[in-house]
């Protein structure tokens, strides 16, 4: 069992910057990959941006150049660094991670966070 818990979020105007961040606890082995996933009202929700143990990112292409997302292992946290925000960007934002629980097994379980509220006003 592992939980998620991010914080972060708020309101911005366009152009502004946010970062957001998901502290991962629980009964870890291992987290295997780390992401942000957002969900606007009436949208269906999408990948962000996603990381590994190595540190391979991978982003959507509408936030390839303004998202940084990041990984700090030891504390078992990942981050979300936002620039350049638009009202497009406007969504909840959820923080996921793939947690094997012991070195026993080769699956890992997918948890997510509760989300956080990202608001940018033009």
């Known amino acids: 069992q592992a939980q998620l818990a991010e914080s972060g979020g708020g309101s911005v105007q366009a152009g502004g910057s946010l970062r957001l961040s998901c502290v991962v606890s629980g009964n870890i082995f291992r987290i295997s990959a780390m992401g942000w996933y957002r969900q606007a009202p009436g949208q269906q929700r999408e990948l962000v941006a996603n990381?590994?143990?190595?540190?391979?990112?991978n982003y959507a292409d509408s936030v390839k150049g303004r998202f940084t997302i990041s990984r700090d292992n030891p504390k078992n946290t990942v981050y979300l660094q936002m620039n350049s925000l638009t009202p497009e960007d406007t969504a909840v934002y959820y923080c996921?991670?793939?947690?094997?629980?012991?070195?026993?097994?080769?699956?890992?379980?997918?948890?997510w966070g509760q989300g956080t509220q990202v608001t940018v006003s033009s």
């Open positions: 990381i590994i143990s190595g540190g391979h990112t």
């Open positions: 996921t991670a793939d947690v094997r629980h012991d070195a026993t097994s080769l699956l890992s379980y997918t948890y």
